[in-house]
């Protein structure tokens, strides 16, 4: 197969590599000089994570007016894992292209650019937006950054949204969030020999058991469950590190991790008060973190210009998470990509081209329908 205009861009963004433990400023210099080539207005909004890393994210714009469509991606990716292929070293094989990112999410970004770069310039009466962040696999840094310093989106969001993780360019109106408990209990290191420590595999040990109870009262009670979604439970689960103790010393300390893959309408917050209220009545160290479950209607606009512009007759929920939690304040969102979640963070990572060329063409139609 000869490579298309996207498929030929999206090799040029997986040979860039932008892991996200490091910086995606070599990307996104490309996708800037790109952009501008094509006539967007470029907002570039960089930040130093935790490791001193700089990250870049870029708010770019076509035409005028308010609402309008944004396409909203992240430009990093996760780790490349080098054992056994070339994962930046994109290759074509059997109508596949293969590489890091190709699937999530640098095949449906090349795909967005290509369809909004396209657009009959001089015929939008809506502007169209292109959005891209680092850290997408780090917590949604990124997205947060831009809610809380872009100009061109305080200045007006967009009325409707694609996230265009790959869905197999089937529209998704709701996906479950995730919410970590992390549980510290304090002891005192000694040799056993001694009897002088405390081991706080001991002092956490009771809450450990109020835990176990509350696996079928998660899974069982309905008001904790949504059908929406398969399966309709919240994935409550438990890992334990005492910092890998040896048999005859005492624990130190234990941390215990606590996960949710949260729900819209689960009543989430009476679960979270559930454990961290067993937690704190024991004396034991809690905090917490989450990232919000996405739904929007699946009547509203964007959802339904969707189905029909894909001809898939109903949208569907997904449980894995996307930045569309962090949009659906500001904007409303579907999640449509091309490429299947099932390669996503793969070795030997590929997208189908042919699923490629037609997001194009779905993303194209999508900027008639909302901003003409």
């Not at 334990?240 to 624990?251: E, H, L, S």
Request: proline fraction near 6%.
């Amino acid at each position: 197969m000869i490579p298309d205009e996207v498929t030929k861009l999206a090799k040029q963004l997986v040979s860039i590599p932008s892991e996200t433990t490091r910086s995606n400023a070599a990307i996104s210099d490309f996708l800037q000089s790109w952009l501008q080539e094509h006539g967007f207005t470029v907002e570039r909004l960089s930040y130093v994570d935790a490791l001193g890393e700089e990250k870049v994210n870029l708010i770019a714009k076509l035409g005028n007016g308010k609402g309008g469509l944004g396409f909203f991606s992240h430009s990093d990716t996760v780790h490349g894992d080098p054992c056994g292929w070339n994962p930046f070293d994109p290759v074509i094989q059997q109508d596949k292209l293969i590489g890091r990112g190709c699937c999530d999410m640098k095949g449906p970004l090349a795909a967005t650019l290509i369809a909004a770069a396209t657009a009959a310039h001089g015929q939008l009466s809506k502007p169209v937006y292109l959005v891209t962040t680092a850290d997408e696999e780090n917590g949604h840094v990124g997205a947060r950054y831009i809610i809380e310093h872009s100009a061109l989106l305080e200045d007006n969001w967009p009325e409707n949204a694609i996230v265009a993780e790959p869905t197999g360019m089937v529209p998704v109106y709701a996906h479950k969030g995730g919410a970590l408990i992390t549980v510290t209990a304090h002891g005192k290191a000694a040799h056993t020999s001694t009897e002088k420590g405390v081991s706080a595999n001991f002092i956490i040990a009771p809450f450990l058991a109020d835990m176990a109870a509350l696996v079928p009262v998660f899974r069982n009670t309905e008001r904790f469950k949504n059908h929406e979604f398969n399966p309709p439970t919240n994935g409550f689960n438990m890992t334990i590190d005492d910092g890998n103790c040896r048999p005859n010393v005492t624990a130190a300390k234990t941390v215990v991790r606590l996960s949710l893959r949260l729900m819209p309408n689960d009543h989430h917050d009476e679960q979270m008060a559930m454990i961290e209220d067993k937690a704190k009545a024991y004396g034991l160290e809690v905090e917490h973190r989450i990232l919000e479950p996405f739904y929007i209607s699946p009547d509203a606009e964007v959802i339904q210009t969707a189905c029909r512009v894909t001809g898939i007759p109903k949208a569907v929920t997904v449980s894995y998470g996307t930045e569309a939690e962090a949009y659906q304040k500001f904007t409303e969102p579907v999640i449509l990509g091309p490429g299947s979640i099932e390669q996503a963070h793969t070795k030997g990572e590929w997208i189908d081209i042919e699923q490629l060329q037609k997001a194009v063409a779905v993303f194209s139609k999508m900027i008639e329908l909302l901003c003409k």
